[in-house]
């Protein structure tokens, strides 16, 4: 689809136009329910596999509990940026625990995962520098690299050797290397040991995003970084409360002194109303018992288990590395995607149709993610939902 101007309200009337026709525009469509197991939609009762909420936090009485009281004591908002009026004990006890969570000195919250990368790149990185991102970096990470103002390299999709040759042909400023741990619309997860390496060799500073490892990849939930044996050697970690953790914003996790001047020069946290504080205790609570109940990662990881090896039998194609705790079943047109994530939902399974341009032209994907909550009976009645592969039609 041939992209046209938005200069005026009948232009984007236009293009909106064809973003329909292309069966590439999104659409709303509020729950009136918790983000759980089962969802509420348009009247109806699905089984929510479409959810970032792995671990099944997001509506635990207990996490929600710690927000009720943090609300009876801060009320519903901060009130302000965290250096004017809006800082709190919460927001501290919490990026303690997420620091110790991590192995660092020290963490900031920022008030979305978005915010927190946007935040790091552009405090970090200047005109003199150069980064480097894998292509399927997610886009705040992208966003944040431009909005530094330094030269952008990407490079192919977990390609070591590409990586390598533009490291060699680097200038003399500062060198970042970018990429997510877990690449949640492919469910693969980056070579963090070779990447540790690699920066060490050409003094290259790493910076990971670990948005969809933090809580459900590694013991206690510490995160791929752990997992793959090189937390201590990663020297900017950035993080999120949404995901595994049930709730809301984002972290980034290092050494006193990076803290201490994404505090001053982040303007994504300077010039951002803090984190609620309610939002701020609920988190630290979930970062309690995800480390302590190991149960919701096992079975995490058995639903995804179950879900790959069944829809394998149904022919269709499927992108999963374990621990990646999301699966994608490619589709590849637009229209085959709507049709079958309706087919699904019309038969009580909510999943994620995945268009460009998130996803490349001609790769779109329905994206399946289980919850630990869900029960073994559930994720086999999602696997009988789906048609044979050779059922869906291509157009």
């Not at 983000?35 to 207990?62: E, I, K, P, Q, V």
Request: hydrophobic share 45%; aromatic share 6%; with cysteine.
């Amino acid at each position: 689809m041939k992209e046209t101007s938005c200069s005026s309200p009948t232009a984007w009337t236009r293009r909106l136009e064809l973003w329909r026709r292309a069966d590439l525009e999104r659409t709303l469509s509020p729950a009136s329910s918790s983000a759980d197991c089962w969802a509420r939609r348009r009247g109806g009762r699905l089984l929510n596999l479409a959810s970032n909420n792995y671990l099944g936090l997001a509506s635990d009485t207990r996490v929600v509990q710690a927000a009720r009281k943090a609300m009876d004591r801060w009320g519903v908002g901060a009130g302000g940026s965290r250096l004017l009026s809006g800082d709190t004990e919460a927001h501290h006890d919490l990026e303690t625990e997420l620091a110790e969570l991590k192995g660092t000195e020290a963490s900031l919250v920022f008030a979305s995962g978005y915010a927190a990368n946007v935040g790091v790149l552009s405090a970090l990185a200047s005109a003199r520098d150069e980064l480097f991102l894998d292509t399927l970096c997610h886009a705040s990470l992208v966003d944040g690299a431009r909005l530094s103002g330094a030269k952008l390299h990407p490079f192919p999709h977990r390609d070591l050797g590409s990586l390598e040759k533009l490291l060699d042909a680097a200038g003399p400023g500062g060198r970042f290397v970018v990429t997510d741990t877990v690449f949640s619309m492919d469910a693969d997860l980056a070579p963090l040991p070779a990447l540790v390496s690699m920066t060490r060799r050409h003094r290259a500073a790493l910076v990971v995003d670990d948005a969809h490892g933090t809580g459900v990849i590694g013991r206690e939930g510490r995160g791929a970084p752990a997992y793959m044996g090189v937390a201590g050697e990663v020297p900017v970690t950035v993080g999120t409360l949404s995901k595994a953790l049930g709730v809301q914003g984002g972290f980034v996790a290092g050494s006193r002194d990076l803290i201490r001047w994404l505090v001053n020069r982040s303007r994504s946290f300077v010039y951002s109303t803090g984190l609620a504080p309610a939002l701020a205790a609920a988190a630290l609570e979930a970062v309690r018992i995800m480390r302590k109940e190991e149960w919701r990662r096992e079975r995490q990881q058995r639903h995804m288990a179950q879900l790959r090896a069944g829809l394998g039998q149904l022919g269709y194609s499927v992108l999963h590395e374990p621990p990646a705790p999301m699966l994608l079943v490619m589709t590849g047109n637009p229209r085959r995607t709507l049709r079958l994530a309706n087919h699904l939902e019309e038969r009580g399974v909510l999943v994620s149709a995945v268009r460009w341009p998130t996803v490349a032209k001609g790769a779109c994907r329905i994206r399946l993610a289980a919850m630990a909550t869900h029960t073994e009976a559930e994720i086999e009645a999602a696997v009988d939902a789906f048609p044979p592969a050779s059922k869906v039609p291509d157009a």
